[in-house]
């Protein structure tokens, strides 16, 4: 803020100047002034001009201004024109002229002051929307970048968490306790006959379906186990508070009851059958992709069996399925699931051709 050191002008004469015990600071000399304001040209009170005089009082606000509030600036201007006119009149002496002279650069700087100000609440007000907009920015960025993180995490269609999602949650248990071995469990669900429904009623009632069954899985576990879909019909479960084999065997039973539960879709009714593998840590692996791939296989048993759920069995490994990572036992489950199809075709076929020669 531009500053103006104010002084009055000395006078030429000393001894026009009263007394220093008897000479009053300008101030107050103004307030004197302004308290004459009604009258003019004179120090002394005078009645109230007629209606003809050409003088007219001070023009202030219309209405009186709240306690503590600012003078405007027109009230301002009224008042130092009305005190210059009384100060400058013929009759008065240098100190009063000083005095005037001293004033008018008054109210120049407090006009400079004023357009100071005026600029700064401008300016102000300009930095305050900047500031609202900035935050609305980052609020927007953020959740933007919170609504890209969560797609990148999760299944569109079911909101579960999706393969990459599963994986690194199942990892990071396993490193939390690298320590101390770990005890937790993986589910691997997959669905029997889905693309039956699929290929009959349409993709959207297959939709419908996933969405479904990803509810009754979710509802079905345990507050701090995760389900998550690992793509097409295919489901995990990771149970990471320590549990044995009996109320594992408990909860596998459970989820194919629920799942295999009627479904109503629209005019339909639909029944889906689950086949469920189960993985332990220690026993079935001690990574997450050894887990998935030992689950996974133990599903391909429950398939085979129509066992509804499956332990994985290292024995089975022993038996040329692949003790390495459990992939194999799903490749050669998989491929045997196969074989006894096409084996009962082949019995199916050959029964009718034994049946066929003995009538003839």
């Not at 304001?37 to 005078?46: I, Y």
């Not at 100190?95 to 005026?118: F, G, K, N, T, W």
Request: charged share 20%; hydrophobic share 45%.
């Amino acid at each position: 803020m531009n500053t103006r050191t104010l002084k009055l002008i000395p006078t030429t004469s000393t001894a026009a100047r009263p007394h220093a015990a008897t000479r009053r600071p300008p101030l107050r000399m103004v307030e004197s002034w302004l308290g004459l304001l009604p009258q003019r040209h004179s120090l002394s009170p005078a009645p109230p001009a007629p209606a003809s005089a050409s003088f007219s009082p001070v023009p202030l606000a219309a209405e009186p201004a709240l306690p503590g509030s600012p003078m405007p600036a027109s009230d301002w201007n009224a008042l130092f024109a009305a005190v210059l006119e009384r100060l400058r009149a013929p009759a008065h002496s240098a100190m009063v002229l000083d005095c005037a002279a001293s004033l008018e650069l008054l109210q120049a700087a407090l006009a400079q002051e004023r357009a100071h100000h005026q600029a700064t609440l401008q300016a102000l007000g300009r930095g305050q929307v900047a500031l609202v907009d900035a935050r609305l920015e980052l609020v927007q960025r953020r959740e933007g970048e919170r609504r890209a993180h969560h797609q990148a995490q999760h299944d569109s269609l079911t909101t579960l968490p999706n393969r990459r999602c599963f994986s690194a949650r199942l990892q990071g248990e396993l490193l939390a306790a690298a320590d101390n071995v770990p005890s937790l469990a993986v589910l691997f669900v997959d669905l029997d006959g889905f693309k039956l429904v699929n290929d009959q009623h349409g993709h959207e009632v297959g939709d419908q379906m996933l969405r479904s069954v990803a509810d009754r899985l979710r509802q079905s576990v345990r507050a701090g186990d995760m389900v998550g879909r690992l793509g097409g019909d295919e489901f995990a479960c990771l149970l990471s508070a320590p549990m044995e084999r009996g109320p594992l065997a408990h909860l596998a039973r459970k989820l194919f009851d629920t799942v295999s539960a009627p479904l109503t879709i629209g005019a339909l009714e639909l029944k889906v059958r689950p086949s469920i593998g189960i993985a332990l840590c220690p026993e079935n692996g001690h990574t997450a992709t050894t887990l998935l791939k030992r689950a996974d296989a133990a599903m391909y048993t429950a398939k085979r069996d129509q066992s509804g759920y499956a332990f994985f069995d290292g024995m089975g490994a022993a038996d040329g399925i692949g003790a390495a990572d459990g992939m194999g036992a799903a490749c050669g489950l998989g491929a045997a699931v196969g074989a006894v199809a096409e084996v009962v075709a082949v019995g199916a076929d050959g029964a009718a051709a034994a049946a066929a020669t003995a009538e003839a």
